[in-house]
């Protein structure tokens, strides 16, 4: 069985902001891949469900961003599961608006939910990073990322979070490489090599142009018979 945790603030309050960007990801699985109604469970909701072989709990945690690590552990120790049996989907405020990065272990790099489950769970878990972009400067960063994502924002938020969803299955089976191949199929998807060959444009002939002699070119004869027409 494998965990995929999106990490986000409960409420409607903050449900469209960008630090919630791993509640929307989670919600596009369940959508796009049938999965059971949610649940209210371990300090949070739950939904079940597969994703290709797998059996997969996708678990939105209700305590408040640094408070994260309480529900994941939570739902681990009574599943039994090992830290690399989970995924973390957050946002990342070091990678531009709709890039996306597969991430095994490491630091949480200040992030607070982050922060939170690695002192519940240790720095094994898997991650993908859901780019946000940066303000510009660390005093901008609580206000940037409790607010709403922008109008301009919804056409590359729409393609991360449908590409997320298309390569979920290969996440669940570990295959990070195909989960990111899914993903670029949207936000970047191939130009084709092909393009219509250039029309070129022909002087138009004159009327008759084909079947009318040029005046000097005609015979004698056509020439004596052009007098007694």
Not at 168 to 193: E, I, Q
């Amino acid at each position: 069985m494998k965990l995929f945790v999106g990490l986000g603030n409960p409420g409607g309050k903050y449900a469209r902001n960008r630090h919630n960007i791993g509640f929307m990801a989670l919600d596009e699985i369940a959508r796009d891949h049938g999965f059971g109604p949610w649940k209210s469970k371990f300090q949070g909701q739950i939904a079940e469900g597969r994703l290709g072989g797998e059996k997969v709990l996708l678990l939105k945690p209700e305590t408040f961003m640094n408070r994260s690590g309480q529900s994941v552990g939570e739902a681990m120790r009574f599943y039994k599961l090992d830290s690399t049996d989970v995924t973390v989907l957050h946002d990342e405020l070091d990678l531009a608006p709709g890039k996306v990065r597969a991430k095994a272990g490491g630091g949480h790099a200040g992030h607070n939910g982050l922060r939170s489950i690695h002192e519940h769970i240790g720095a094994t878990y898997d991650r993908v990073r859901l780019g946000i972009g940066h303000p510009g400067r660390k005093e901008l960063v609580a206000g940037y990322v409790l607010h709403d994502f922008a109008k301009a924002d919804e056409d590359w938020l729409d393609n991360v979070l449908r590409g997320v969803s298309d390569g979920a299955p290969h996440l669940a089976d570990g295959d990070s490489g195909r989960f990111m191949n899914a993903v670029a199929l949207r936000t970047a998807p191939p130009r084709s090599s092909k393009s219509p060959a250039p029309k070129v444009e022909t002087a138009a002939k004159p009327k008759n142009a084909e079947t009318e002699p040029a005046k000097g070119a005609r015979s004698p004869i056509q020439k004596l018979l052009d007098r007694f027409n």
